[in-house]
């Protein structure tokens, strides 16, 4: 079915593409693309890989200001925090394909790809410095979240992971996208104007 799916995405992105409906085959190839990417990688080692890196990067740097954490290696992508606030313990923050930054950075890679207004070098680099920069802002995030658990406790929990740390994330993410494709497409315009 998924093949069908695929195939059918395909010959619609290519009649778009001939048909020079150049935003809407732009529309078609990045969420087709981003559909199809995040189905492969679910369950993946690729996914895996992202959330347990996600989680010893968090815990470098909470280790470097001083959130006391450790990676629980048994069980990829989760972060044992000590709560110092209240009651001392540990706190497990699971780090999963919502929380790892992988989404994000796929969606990003689908926008990127199908975007007609880069060559393809340019494309390469874009891509390169965007994952790398969605990884650390997530790296962010997680480390906010963290921290805001450590020093207030877990009734901090939903503060601190579904409005701070969103807003943190989109906050970021939204200046990626800004630099890549809003940036882009007015240097683009403008040296078209300029010709004319």
Request: net charge positive; hydrophobic share 60%; aromatic share 14%.
């Amino acid at each position: 079915m998924i093949y069908l799916a695929i195939a059918l995405w395909a010959a619609v992105y290519l009649f778009l593409r001939r048909a020079r409906a150049w935003l809407l085959s732009y529309v078609v190839g990045a969420v087709g693309f981003t559909l199809i990417f995040v189905y492969f990688v679910r369950g993946s080692a690729l996914e895996s890989l992202v959330e347990t890196a996600g989680a010893v990067a968090a815990h470098y740097v909470g280790d470097a200001i001083g959130i006391p954490t450790r990676v629980f290696f048994n069980a990829p992508g989760t972060l044992l925090v000590l709560i110092v606030y209240q009651k001392a313990g540990w706190t497990a923050v699971e780090i999963d394909i919502e929380c790892s930054g992988l989404l994000e950075s796929i969606v990003f890679l689908g926008l990127v790809l199908f975007y007609r207004g880069l060559p393809l070098i340019s494309k390469v680099g874009y891509l390169t410095a965007g994952l790398l920069f969605t990884f650390a802002v997530n790296v962010v995030r997680i480390v906010v979240i963290v921290a805001m658990i450590s020093h207030f406790g877990k009734d901090a929990i939903y503060l601190a992971h579904t409005v701070v740390g969103r807003a943190v994330f989109f906050a970021l993410v939204i200046n990626l996208y800004w630099y890549t494709f809003t940036r882009t497409t007015m240097e683009t315009l403008r040296k078209r104007i300029l010709e004319e």
